[in-house]
């Protein structure tokens, strides 16, 4: 057995063991999995649509190394119940317990519906009514509005990753702060209209979900420019273009990192066209 086949097998081993803490929480919770698991990014969570006294929820697991399990994004899924209004899940129930991991269970409410997207990145096009796009704008309108000592990026790490990517001249200050979603792409965006996935929601520079969305939508360019549209006013301005170059800047890390090498040109295109 070579190298990939031991790493297949490691992988393969760490997926069942993701399974049997869906499972284990289930049983915490009293509810029953239903439906087929959902594997998060890089495997770190599990999630799975459960029934409870036929009521439907939604019930995810993640799993960090102890050093990891604090801190906002460890707690943003259940603190985003203080955010009322808009079309979003909220947590019922929480349970944490130790393994060689510390792992999260969250029992919440499921928003009726399916993903934009089985992937982060949109690779087809979509038919999606104005209604539909008006709860958008309403959605991370009222967000952005919405007072919070949650953090989604630090002034010092957004300086740190502006430098690494772009050099010490570049500008490494936000232009304005607002409250962000922090993750806004097509697999967190639902049809009929809901956004899941808050674990990242904090203070972020005015423009983040926008320049998200239209980052992971740059490889279909109706879409594309249906999302500049909706939000022109925000990303044609200063901290719109700052914005776009801070997501642009996260996402390269994340192809450098092995994760959607299909956006390396459409981003660097961009970053071009915002820097000349």
Not at 101 to 119: E, I, K
Not at 200 to 227: E, F, I, K, M, Q
Request: aromatic share 8%; net charge negative.
């Amino acid at each position: 057995m070579d190298a990939s086949d031991d790493t297949a097998a490691a992988d393969a081993e760490y997926r069942a063991w993701m399974v049997d803490n869906l499972h284990l929480a289930a049983g915490h919770f009293g509810v029953d999995v239903v439906g087929d698991p959902h594997h998060g990014w890089r495997e770190r969570s599990i999630s799975a649509p459960v029934t409870s006294n036929g009521g439907d929820l939604w019930l995810r697991v993640v799993s960090e190394d102890q050093q990891w399990a604090d801190g906002d994004h460890w707690t943003g899924n259940l603190d985003a119940n203080q955010i009322t209004g808009l079309p979003k899940p909220s947590v019922l129930d929480f349970w944490e317990w130790d393994e060689w991991r510390r792992q999260r269970a969250d029992l919440m409410t499921r928003l009726p519906g399916r993903a934009c997207s089985p992937t982060d990145v949109l690779h087809t096009t979509l038919n999606l009514p104005d209604t539909w796009w008006n709860q958008l704008r309403r959605t991370v309108q009222t967000l952005a509005g919405t007072p919070t000592s949650r953090v989604n990026i630090s002034p010092t790490r957004l300086a740190t990753r502006m430098h690494d990517h772009y050099g010490s001249q570049a500008e490494s200050r936000a232009p304005a702060w607002e409250t962000v979603h922090g993750d806004l792409h097509w697999g967190n965006l639902l049809v009929p209209f809901g956004v899941v996935d808050w674990e990242l929601w904090g203070r972020g520079p005015v423009g983040t979900d926008a320049a998200t969305l239209y980052a992971y939508s740059l490889l279909v360019p109706d879409v594309a420019r249906r999302v500049h549209d909706v939000f022109a006013d925000v990303l044609d301005t200063d901290s719109g273009r700052f914005a776009m170059l801070h997501v642009a800047a996260r996402l390269l890390g994340r192809v450098d990192g092995g994760d959607h090498p299909e956006l390396r040109e459409p981003l660097s295109t961009l970053i071009a066209s915002l820097r000349c």
